[in-house]
């Protein structure tokens, strides 16, 4: 079984910039996860979605931060316009209906300069 | 927003020492997650806690909920270079939704 894919691993913006992040969860799983992960702390979420409607975003800075489900599989979030505190590490989870168990994909580490 | 305190946040031991983390919440959980992640990684789902007073197992690796549901543990014998990491409790509120809270964490640093 595919993991959750994220791309792109790396970016690096000067602040006020645009940056789009994208996931692709696990063939299947309806429910995603983005979380934002500053370095030395826990994952923080960002918005959860169940299947393409949003079930929670109530974390999410949304004067600056968008994310969308459209077909209810793969992800993008949207910062715009980025400032220095965005920098952090991007993590895309998904999770299948009437499990618990989050799958992690290797993350999007963004650096805002 | 709500942060979960884990406390060590840090912990250096001697391989072959034992190593526990402490995780605490305010209110009442319908359930607790642990989850490992190593330096470089994303976290990576060990075991999860649902009934009040719950231990399990994983090998070296114990796992408690508290008798509450408020407090787990989790407690590594004989801590090997392999558990280097950072360990991350996340919380389930009993809201219904499955919207996890992770804990601040604990780094364990294992020395030869």
């Known amino acids: 079984e595919a993991g959750v894919a994220q791309s792109p691993r790396y970016k690096i913006i000067e602040k006020r910039q645009s940056v789009a992040f994208w996931c692709n969860p696990i063939?299947?799983?309806?429910?995603l996860y983005w979380y934002q992960q500053i370095l030395g702390q826990g994952p923080k979420l960002l918005i959860q979605?169940?299947?393409?409607?949003?079930?929670?975003d109530s974390q999410l800075p949304k004067d600056r931060f968008s994310a969308e489900r459209l077909k209810g599989v793969d992800s993008t979030l949207k910062i715009q316009p980025a400032k220095l505190e965005d920098s952090a590490v991007y993590l895309c989870?998904?999770?299948?209906?009437?499990?618990?168990?989050?799958?992690f994909g290797p993350g999007t580490r963004l650096l805002v300069l | 927003g709500q942060q979960v305190m884990q406390i060590p946040q840090y912990q250096h031991v001697q391989e072959g020492e034992d190593f526990t983390t402490y995780c605490n919440s305010s209110?009442?959980?319908?359930?607790i997650q642990w989850y490992k992640q190593r330096p470089g990684g994303h976290p990576v789902f060990l075991i999860q806690?649902?009934?009040?007073?719950e231990v399990k197992k994983q090998k070296r690796l114990t796992f408690q909920f508290g008798e509450a549901k408020k407090n787990s543990s989790l407690h590594i014998t004989a801590t090997q270079t392999t558990d280097v990491g950072t360990y991350f409790c996340?919380?389930?509120?009993?809201?219904?939704?499955?919207?996890?809270?992770f804990g601040t964490g604990t780094r364990l640093k294992v020395l030869a």
């Open positions: 996340a919380l389930r509120g009993a809201s219904g939704t499955y919207k996890y809270i």
């Open positions: 979605f169940q299947n393409n409607g949003v079930v929670d």
């Open positions: 806690l649902v009934k009040s007073g």
């Open positions: 209110t009442t959980l319908s359930n």
């Open positions: 063939s299947g799983h309806a429910t």
């Open positions: 989870a998904s999770r299948n209906s009437g499990m618990e168990t989050q799958y």
